[in-house]
């Protein structure tokens, strides 16, 4: 019985152990920009924010960019969010839960735990992390566009259902293809079903 289970035990265990690692760490690393005096967002969540201001910009908007707009609102102690307007029409705000690193260390979780080359590895990994980074940025401009061309209308189904989906559907298409193709174990999608 041990050896029939001992992939999946070994797998469970490295994926396991590989996202509370990450995880572990992107909390100290999170944690020390919450409890700051005044408190500000961390610089990932800065780069998201900025990144979506320039892709604003490409698509005929003037955005304004406000820093640290938690400090100018009554928030949380521990949210910290950069605000984004489009047009003078506030679009989104830009808080630590929505720069994509969480969703990038499940990716990089299974990856590892499954296993393949180093060399594919290598380049599986960074290329993931870049499609996951672009596929959120168009994530967070279409709810943008949702508050400022729809006034908000279904914003709260796009945020937590629609969008969610897609973007956990996008890394389901990059597992498996880590699986079937990249990972250099040489199986096919149908030998690991059996």
């Keep these: 019985m041990w050896k029939e289970f001992r992939p999946t035990i070994f797998f469970l265990v490295k994926f396991f152990g590989v996202y509370f690692l990450f995880s572990s760490l992107y909390g100290l690393f999170i944690s020390s ?72 260390i499940l990716f990089i979780a299974f990856v590892v735990a499954f296993g393949g080359t180093l060399k594919n590895m290598l380049l599986f990994i960074p290329a993931g992390i870049l499609f996951i980074h672009l596929a959120n940025i168009g994530r967070l401009m279409l709810l943008s ?6 006034n908000g209308q279904a914003f709260h189904f796009f945020h937590k ?3 969610t989906a897609i973007i956990y559907g996008a890394i389901l298409v ?16 149908k030998k690991t079903l059996k």
Excluded: Q
């Design 145 to 150: 566009l949702i508050n400022v061309e729809w």
């Design 161 to 163: 259902f629609g969008f």
């Design 33 to 104: 920009y919450d409890k700051a005096e005044p408190s500000e967002a961390d610089p990932i969540t800065h780069f998201i924010s900025v990144n979506c201001t320039n892709t604003a910009s490409v698509f005929g908007y003037t955005p304004t960019l406000v820093y640290n707009d938690h400090n100018n609102n009554e928030a949380d102690a521990e949210v910290t969010y950069d605000s984004i307007w489009l047009n003078g029409t506030y679009a989104i705000s830009v808080e630590e839960g929505c720069n994509g690193i969480n969703i990038m």
């Design 174 to 189: 990059l597992w498996y293809l880590w699986v079937t193709r990249f990972s250099g174990k040489n199986m096919s999608f």
